[in-house]
């Protein structure tokens, strides 16, 4: 018996059962199985995607299964905040600024009848990016390709058990990770208004190709805007008389280019707040004030 | 069914030999010219062509396939006009929009087996300047969606709307095929990208 091998090997089973204790398997029905983080005795993270529009899932711990609410879904950072008393601790999570690539983590989940771990590494670190879907993630986190669908949902733990990421399936069999960071966020406003607020302006938009003398007036680098082919009634667009044909050039100082620059740089606005809107309407400038709301219920 | 994969492109080639396998068809052989394209139709009479990419990559080989008279199923993923459709349009040709879902492609292949014409309404249209090839989304769709992008639940959609969970998710997966999307993250971005849902 080599005594450093068995000491690592002993080490490597703590850290497991540790991390195991800050995850559960998700039962969504008709046998379809993955994995939820523990943030805290009340409150589960898993992939909102899985979820598939449920707005109830049964939870697996090691003690037995309890059901779960769901509270708030974010499609755009896939992450999907659950109401249930797992009675587990919950776990804490790694400072961000401690990651790099290459650290050595365990992505833990659970299936239906037992922890599952794979060990694995952080293939990439690296600074804020924004998904396609418009979501903003703090970090750019990559774990090794083909993440096992039951253990999606479930976390990544640094060797001091520390999470540090959900781990999640991207396009082309990668992995994501969404940093827990990312995550606190999203918990933290779920917890203060019991949903995500979604601030809302109003406007169907389509993009546009401005020519050379439209992009001089407008001190533009590029050539792509975006142009209103619609005014929501009673939004917040038409309360500041937002008009169709309206070319949005930016919002609260952020020169927009597409629908999705708009919808990240008004997730970044505070509700209820007004803010300026610089468009350009019939060959003129035009500065417009709106004040930003959630979408009221039809 | 057995098909040949004709383009010129080995990435057209691996995504058209996916294709097909995935639709249960046997792929026989792959033909990188049309001049092997024709060999092998000379070879083998009966075999299905499918080939794909923008037009003019196809159109050598759809030319070869009919001289040969062979079955043609063309998934092309750039835009085409009324005079492409009067041009290429004969019994035997299938013109699919890329990416077909699969039982639209396997449908596609049988009909031209039996001499049919087949044209995708769905192709990407030249004549639509915003480019909005793919049909609309219906207002049900659309309000679905958008409660879909708040962050709802099925059954929550359902019980605000007075329909079943099954017609919400019936729904949903139309205005995913109408915007060629896979997830609920990426519906309601394509969405609010062609004009169709408020931000």
Not at chain 1, 90 to 103: N, V
Not at chain 2, 54 to 76: C, D, E, M, Q
Not at chain 2, 97 to 109: C, E, K, L, M
Not at chain 2, 112 to 123: A, E, F, Q, R, Y
Request: proline share 5%.
């Amino acid at each position: 018996m080599n005594p450093a091998l068995t000491e690592w090997a002993a080490a490597r089973r703590a850290l497991a059962e540790r991390s195991a204790l800050g995850v559960v398997g998700i039962d969504r029905g008709r046998g379809v199985r993955f994995s939820g983080i523990v943030w805290d005795s009340e409150t589960l993270v898993t992939a909102a995607e899985r979820l598939h529009g449920a707005d109830a899932v049964t939870v697996q711990t090691a003690h037995g299964a309890v059901p779960a609410e769901i509270l708030a879904c974010d499609l755009s950072v896939d992450v999907a905040i659950l109401r249930a008393k797992t009675g587990a601790p919950g776990i804490s999570a790694a400072k961000a600024d401690s990651l790099a690539s290459g650290d050595d983590v365990l992505i833990a989940g659970r299936g239906e009848f037992a922890t599952s771990i794979v060990w694995s590494h952080l293939e990439q670190v690296g600074p804020a990016w924004r998904s396609r879907t418009g979501g903003e993630l703090d970090r750019l986190i990559r774990l090794s390709p083909g993440l096992h669908p039951a253990i999606e949902g479930g976390g990544a733990f640094d060797l001091e058990g520390r999470l540090c990421a959900m781990a999640v399936r991207g396009p082309r069999h990668q992995t994501l990770g969404i940093p827990s960071e990312t995550i606190e966020r999203l918990v933290s406003t779920v917890l203060q208004h019991g949903h995500l607020p979604q601030p809302y302006l109003g406007v169907r938009l389509q993009p546009v190709q401005l020519d050379d003398a439209l992009r001089q007036k407008l001190a533009r680098n590029g050539s792509d805007a975006v142009i209103v082919v619609g005014v929501e009634p009673e939004s917040p667009a038409a309360s500041a008389n937002l008009l169709l044909g309206d070319i949005i050039a930016s919002i609260a100082g952020q020169p927009i280019e597409n629908a999705l620059d708009l919808k990240i740089a008004l997730s970044r606005i505070p509700l209820g707040s007004s803010i300026g809107v610089q468009i350009y309407r019939a060959g003129a400038r035009l500065d417009a004030t709106v004040s930003v709301r959630e979408r009221t219920d039809r | 069914m057995e098909m040949i994969v004709a383009a010129s492109s080995a990435a057209i080639r691996r995504a058209l030999v996916e294709l097909t396998e995935r639709a249960n068809f046997d792929v026989l052989a792959v033909a990188d010219d049309p001049a092997t394209l024709t060999n092998l139709l000379e070879r083998d009479r009966d075999a299905a062509v499918v080939t794909g990419g923008t037009l003019t990559l196809a159109r050598p080989f759809l030319s070869g396939a009919r001289s040969a008279n062979a079955a043609t199923v063309a998934v092309l993923s750039d835009r085409t006009d009324t005079e492409d459709r009067v041009n290429l349009s004969y019994g035997g040709l299938a013109v699919l929009r890329a990416v077909p879902p699969i039982d639209r492609f396997q449908a596609a292949t049988i009909a031209t087996h039996t001499g049919l014409s087949v044209w995708d309404p769905n192709l990407k249209s030249a004549e639509d300047p915003a480019g909005s090839n793919e049909s609309p989304l219906s207002p049900r769709e659309r309000t679905i969606l958008e409660l879909t992008g708040g962050g709802l639940a099925t059954k929550a959609i359902a019980r605000r709307l007075g329909i079943s969970p099954n017609t919400v998710k019936f729904h949903l997966q139309a205005a995913f095929e109408k915007l060629g999307v896979t997830t609920r993250a990426e519906a309601v971005m394509a969405a609010i990208r062609r004009g169709e849902l408020a931000v």
